[in-house]
């Protein structure tokens, strides 16, 4: 193999920046571009949700944040590995990887379905899905260059995406202070549960990512205090955001309006003009490819990590001389092809709920284990459990498809487990 410890520490090139970058970057794609179409139907139940999201979010981020203080020299699914031993982190690192191919699945769609309010043919299911595949191969192409490149285009992607999100900003308190907009009612009968409990899940799909830097350590300088820091800055600014745009949207646009491939771009048109909607969208075009940017280097890392632990096979152990996991990147935006392909007959719109409930449902499994290996380790017990608790409720919200599927494509993976497991002793005995 041609990796070595010198090109390990070589490799290390994500400072503070960065990584809050790659944090907020991968959590500040689609999931703010089009959530207010998947939320609308869900009304004030919506902000509960994302006030019950963000909280446990940041909860989770915490806990995540204090094991890699403890282990700063592990990833998650290694910090789990060591807690309950190498099946367990096998499996949860076997369900993150798959989670992060059906989040990219997920932002290419997103990335085509606003650029469909520009070219309309991409609303098309097939070109839609060749559009998307296009997608995940520039930013593969991108990452295979190295992390500094990912890492610069991440910090620039994730700058061009506040643009956007300012103008929409910009604009909710023009038409709330002069009183154009008709805000939806609050419901006379009050919150209710399934409401609150079924669009928690959707607004934690906005969210995903805050581990985004711990996933990353083998290339962050100085990991024990980067990383914390990175994850809590990014989460808590992030939230924020969503917190406001994404209600604001949805509790403002007319129903009707919001199920469309751009709610951003159509809030922007009825609030001001079709023209700059048309930037709009481009510019949310850009944010979801940062976003893909982000999550394709998560892509490689994760198999990367897996078999150098021997629990994939070692051929995907291998790097370039920069470092760069070349074989799980490849494999990884082939798998997410094959995905595209398999679903390209459903809408856009569709296509994206199912998609970010699935991959929301399979990233919470990394989530259970953070908590768990925090309360194996004693280490702050209490966040441990509430992480706990709220990463299970969600599961629950995700319903039974979803987080069923999740463990389905879970148990999928002992058989490559034991097929590497079986290669590494044969390894060892030679």
Avoid at 124 to 146: E, Q, R
Avoid at 285 to 303: D, H, I, M
């Amino acid at each position: 193999m041609q990796a070595t410890d010198t090109a390990a520490g070589a490799s290390r090139t994500l400072g503070l920046a960065a990584c809050i970058a790659l944090v907020m970057g991968n959590m500040i794609g689609s999931g703010v571009f089009l959530l207010p179409a998947s939320l609308a139907p869900f009304g004030w139940d919506a902000v509960a949700g994302w006030a019950f999201t963000i909280a446990g979010s940041l909860v989770l981020a915490f806990v995540i944040a204090r094991l890699t203080v403890a282990m700063p020299d592990a990833n998650a699914a290694q910090m789990i590995a060591r807690a309950y031993g190498p099946l367990a982190g096998f499996a949860i690192g076997w369900i993150y990887w798959l989670s992060i191919i059906i989040t990219n699945v997920t932002i290419a769609v997103a990335a085509t379905a606003n650029l469909s309010s520009i070219l309309p043919a991409l609303a098309k299911p097939g070109v839609g899905a060749l559009c998307s595949i296009g997608f995940l191969w520039a930013m593969t192409g991108i990452n295979l260059i190295g992390a500094r490149a990912a890492g610069v285009t991440q910090i620039a992607t994730t700058l061009l995406k506040l643009v956007p999100i300012a103008v929409v900003l910009v604009l909710l308190i023009l038409i709330l202070g002069s009183g154009r907009a008709e805000v939806t009612p609050f419901p006379a009968q009050g919150l209710t549960g399934a409401g609150i409990t079924a669009s928690a899940a959707l607004t934690l799909w906005a969210l995903l990512g805050f581990e985004s830097a711990s996933v990353a350590a083998d290339k962050v300088r100085d990991p024990a205090r980067t990383i914390p820091r990175a994850t809590l800055i990014g989460t808590v600014a992030t939230g924020l955001i969503y917190l406001l745009v994404c209600s604001g949207i949805a509790l403002t646009l007319p129903a009707a309006e919001t199920q469309t491939g751009s709610p951003f771009g159509a809030f922007v048109s009825h609030y001001w003009s079709p023209g700059p909607a048309g930037f709009v969208a481009l510019f949310v075009v850009v944010s979801c490819l940062g976003a893909l940017n982000g999550w394709t280097l998560l892509q490689g890392e994760v198999p990367l990590a897996m078999a150098r632990a021997g629990e994939l096979p070692r051929w995907l152990a291998g790097t370039d001389a920069r470092g760069t996991p070349v074989r799980g990147l490849i494999l990884s935006t082939v798998l997410a092809s094959l995905m595209l392909v398999a679903n390209s007959l459903q809408g856009l719109v569709a296509l994206f709920t199912a998609m970010a409930l699935l991959a929301t449902s399979a990233t919470l499994w990394l989530y259970v284990g953070c908590a768990l290996a925090s309360l194996r380790f004693r280490l702050v017990v209490p966040a441990a459990l509430i992480g706990l608790g709220y990463a299970l409720w969600t599961l629950w919200g995700a319903g039974v498809v979803a987080s069923g599927s999740s463990v389905l494509l879970m148990a999928a993976g002992l058989p490559f487990h034991w097929w590497a497991r079986r290669g590494l002793g044969r390894a060892q005995s030679n």
